[in-house]
């Protein structure tokens, strides 16, 4: 998982581009953070309806923490580009990005791919294949 997160931050051009660019079929912009939790501990949260505002994307909490009693989905959070944990959009319903999706999807069963994943699809990327 921590080499996911090191290609996310490595690539987060990728992103930044396709968010600024005149990518028109580009959809669903969101990145992850890390939030420490009470117990000293992280949780990771995706971060939806992201914009870039002065060095730092800007968005919504996509999920209810698990374990952080402070914040709620929906909130308003931002996250400096250096700190993200991962990446995503959409192109025609196929995730661009998401290495911690793909590397969840690849330790599940293929029951879980079918209950967790279903319609989960990535786009061909670094030599993998749609899915």
Request: glycine share 8%; aromatic share 10%.
């Amino acid at each position: 998982m921590n080499a996911a997160i090191a290609a996310a931050r490595a690539s987060v051009a990728e992103f930044i581009k396709a968010l600024n660019g005149p990518c028109t079929a580009c959809r669903n912009f969101t990145v992850k953070k890390r939030f420490p939790t009470p117990d000293g501990d992280f949780e990771h949260i995706w971060i939806d309806d992201v914009q870039l505002e002065n060095g730092e994307f800007v968005g919504t909490l996509g999920n209810e923490p698990a374990s952080i009693p402070d914040i709620r989905y929906g909130d308003v959070t931002r996250v400096k580009i250096k700190d993200i944990s991962d990446w995503f959009y959409t192109i025609d319903g196929e995730i661009v990005g998401g290495r911690t999706i793909k590397v969840l999807w690849d330790r599940a069963t293929p029951e879980e791919r079918e209950t967790d994943f279903k319609g989960v699809r990535f786009r061909a990327q670094e030599g993998q294949p749609t899915r």
